[in-house]
């Protein structure tokens, strides 16, 4: 069956006013990123017989990391799609087993928590996405007995997108960020040395 010259027309109309309607859904869209940081530590016997608790706590403010700018900035916010605590505490307890700490669950020698009092990745611009600022910060306490020991840590940065990056470049960017933070605690020499002081 042959479509006479207006049905044609027609159907193009409506196969682009869908794709419109698509792209629009899709230019509104919220990003969602895992937030999953890792760090590399070198194997030392810093915490032999000794058990450690590790955990984070999001001292966020806002419920959101930034916006991908652009003409719809206000609704290309950038979320956590996990929970952010939880990989903070996990991520630390694997650099401290690595100091032969047995990590637990439960009251230990060692108690240690990672305040995130930062985390962004945030565009100004509000008619397209060229700069994107990037900042994450965290304050460490690390309490042995009656003792503590308080380490700020803090990376930041500037990314440069001629385009709108997509969700997955701008999860490895937050967790490239977030790991280089946590990175520069366990290469900090003062908390090597209280913990060498009150083991």
Known sequence: MRMNLPAKRCAALLVCALAAVLLAA?????????????????PANIGAGYTLQARGVNQLPGGGLGSLGGIYADSSNITLANNIEQALGDSLSRGF???????????????????LTDLRYD??????????????SIQLQVMVGGATFFG???????DRNLIKPSREEVEVS???LLSATLQRAFEDEKLKAFLGQHL
């Open 152 to 158: 700020n840590y803090s990376t930041s940065g500037k």
């Open 174 to 176: 937050i967790n490239k």
């Open 97 to 115: 087993e690595n100091w032969s700490f047995r990590t637990i669950d439960g009251p230990a020698d060692v108690q240690v928590v990672a305040n």
């Open 26 to 42: 899709c230019a509104h869209s919220p990003v969602q990123v895992r937030v999953q940081p890792e760090v590399q530590v070198a």
């Open 123 to 136: 565009s100004p611009n509000k008619l397209y996405t060229t700069k994107v600022d990037t900042g994450a």
